[in-house]
C-alpha cells in the first residue's frame, strides 16, 4: 500500500528550481532515506510531503486515507526548540492537537496515546523534567513520542541526528529500527549521514543538482551515485 506517491513532481524555491521531475513512491513498512548535498532540495521536498509547499508541477498523492496532519513530524532541532519552556510530558501531549480537532482539552485516549509512547520511548521517569534541562538524546526521544502520538502509520524526520553524540546517535538509529520493525511504521528521513543511511534504510533517495537516484539500498550501493559517494565516504 503506497502512503505517498511522486508523479513528475517539481519544486522550485525563490524563483530557482531545485527538484525537478521527481517519481517516487514510499509504501508502507518502508524505511526510506533522503541524501544529497546542501541545496540539492531536500528541505524543499519535505516541506512539499508535508502540504506546506505546492509543487509548481506534478502531485504527491497520499494514499490509504492518509492525511498531511496524520504524518508524525520530527523537525530538525534549533536553540528555540531547546529553549522551549515546557515538561516533557507537555510537549509529548502536544502530539495529540491535530487529533482531537475543536474538541477542548485532551481526552483520556490522548493521554494514555502519551503515556504509551513515552514508555515505548523510555523517557517515562522524565514526564516532570523541563524539556530545557534534557540531553540531546532525551530531548530526540521526547519529540519522537509527541510525533508518535500524531501518528501510527508514517514518521518524516528531518537531519534527527545533528547535535547528537556517537552514542546517542547509535541509540537513536536503534530506536528508529524498532520502531520500522517491530511496530509497523514508516520511516522517511532526511540525512546527511550517507553511510548510516545505507546501513539502517530499505530504500534510498538521493538527491542532486538536477538528478535523482530512487531504489532499494541494494540497487543504490551497485549504482553509480552510490559507489562514488560511498566511495568517496569510505576514503574520506
Not at 530538525?76 to 526548540?81: C, G, H, I, V
Not at 482539552?105 to 530545557?132: C, H, P, Q, W
Not at 534527527?160 to 509497523?184: C, S, W
Request: charged share 25%; net charge negative; aromatic share 8%.
Amino acid at each position: 500500500m503506497a502512503y505517498i506517491n511522486c508523479e513528475n513532481v517539481s519544486f522550485a524555491y525563490e524563483n530557482q528550481v531545485v527538484v525537478s521531475d521527481l517519481n517516487f513512491q514510499v509504501n508502507e513498512g518502508d524505511y526510506l532515506c533522503i541524501i544529497g548535498e546542501n541545496g540539492s532540495g531536500k528541505t524543499t521536498l519535505l516541506k512539499g510531503l508535508l502540504g506546506l509547499k505546492k509543487p509548481f508541477q506534478g502531485q504527491i498523492i497520499l494514499g490509504d486515507g492518509l492525511k498531511p496532519t496524520q504524518i508524525g513530524y520530527v523537525p530538525q532541532q534549533t536553540e528555540a526548540q531547546r529553549d522551549f519552556p515546557a515538561s516533557v510530558w507537555e510537549v509529548v501531549l502536544s502530539g495529540c492537537l491535530n487529533r482531537r480537532g475543536i474538541r477542548p482539552g485532551f481526552s483520556k485516549e490522548d493521554k494514555a496515546r502519551a503515556e504509551k509512547n513515552m514508555e515505548l520511548m523510555g523517557i517515562s521517569d522524565l514526564r516532570k523534567r523541563s524539556f530545557r534541562e534534557l540531553s540531546g538524546g532525551q530531548r530526540q526521544r521526547a519529540l519522537l513520542a509527541r510525533s508518535l502520538c500524531a501518528t501510527e502509520k508514517i514518521l518524516l524526520l528531518d537531519e534527527p541526528t545533528t547535535g547528537l553524540d556517537p552514542v546517542a546517535i547509535e541509540e537513536f538509529y536503534r530506536l528508529m529500527q524498532e520502531l520500522n520493525q517491530k511496530h509497523d511504521i514508516t520511516i522517511l528521513m532526511v540525512s546527511h549521514a550517507i553511510r548510516e543511511a545505507v546501513e539502517h534504510a530499505s530504500h534510498i533517495l538521493h538527491l542532486s543538482q538536477g538528478s535523482y537516484f530512487f531504489g532499494t539500498v541494494k540497487e543504490y550501493e551497485e549504482s553509480d551515485a552510490g559507489k562514488y559517494f560511498m566511495g568517496g565516504e569510505s576514503h574520506g
